[in-house]
């Protein structure tokens, strides 16, 4: 596959993206679905906080060809889940592999198409590092989620050999790691790559303060196993917030 022409303009790397994703979507459970990656033991965590709190309704934000519906229904069938997914052609993987147009929609992270509090939770695994403004989408979903949210997704500065590490936290303590990215990346503020498209740097912990704000408990998980410091270890981490119980 050749790589998608990419422009510096915001909008035209969200068209960009999803052309790469268009271009790949019958490779797109072989290259990005796997039952041992942090994904799924992030999902089998959220089992548990779907029970503790009585969560019902569920919204996959960003769901490529539905695994995370899937997983949810297969394994708590009572569960009202609904994924949405702007590339059309993701979504008709989906629904060859059972889903229906009514629990995989088209739809956009920035403009959330639902109510505030239409659901108990929304969720996403491994979207955010593909968006831009992933603030806005962290956002939406705080907007929507009636109970809390949960992301499964990158940590940049938990990446990396110990010292490649320790330089990038240098420069985020030092408010400096937006500038020290663009010097990496020469000035486009995003990476590619055949086997994951246009991604940018991102860490879950860059939202977390915004988080904090409207949840009033917050559960975080290291997903590769690494050292007790997540921020510093852990190269993708899964954030729990609860806003307040369901049940």
């Keep these: 596959m050749s790589r998608p022409e990419v422009s510096g303009a915001v909008a035209t790397l969200e068209e960009q993206q999803r052309a790469y994703y268009a271009q790949t979507a019958d490779s797109y459970d072989a290259w990005h679905v796997a039952e041992d990656d942090e994904h799924f033991f992030a999902l089998n965590f959220l089992l548990g906080c779907i029970d503790h709190y009585g969560i019902r309704s569920i919204l996959d934000v960003g769901s490529g060809t539905g695994r995370a519906i899937q997983f949810l229904k297969r394994q708590r ?3 009202h889940v609904v ?3 702007p590339v059309r052609e993701l979504r008709e993987v989906g629904y060859r592999n059972g889903l229906t147009p009514d629990q995989l929609r088209e739809g956009n ?3 959330l198409p639902f109510r505030d509090g ?3 939770l929304v969720c996403e695994f491994g979207v955010l590092h593909h968006i831009r403004t992933p603030e806005l989408a962290v956002s939406e979903m705080l907007r ?3 109970c809390g949210i949960f992301l499964s997704d990158s940590n940049n500065f938990g990446q990396g050999s110990r010292r490649a590490r320790t330089v990038k936290q240098i420069f985020n303590a030092l408010r400096l790691w937006k500038l020290a990215d663009l010097i990496k990346t020469r000035g486009k503020g995003y990476t590619y790559s055949e086997g994951d498209g246009i991604a940018y740097s991102y860490s879950i912990f860059n939202d977390y303060a915004m988080i904090r704000k409207v949840c009033k408990t917050i559960h975080l998980v290291n997903l590769n196993g690494t050292g007790p410091n997540l921020y510093r270890d852990a190269s993708h981490v899964a954030l729990f ?3 307040r119980p369901c049940n």
């Design 77 to 79: 069938p009572e569960l």
């Design 241 to 243: 917030g609860l806003k």
């Design 118 to 120: 239409e659901f108990d």
């Design 83 to 85: 994924g949405i997914e």
């Design 109 to 111: 992270a920035l403009v």
């Design 144 to 146: 929507v989620g009636q």
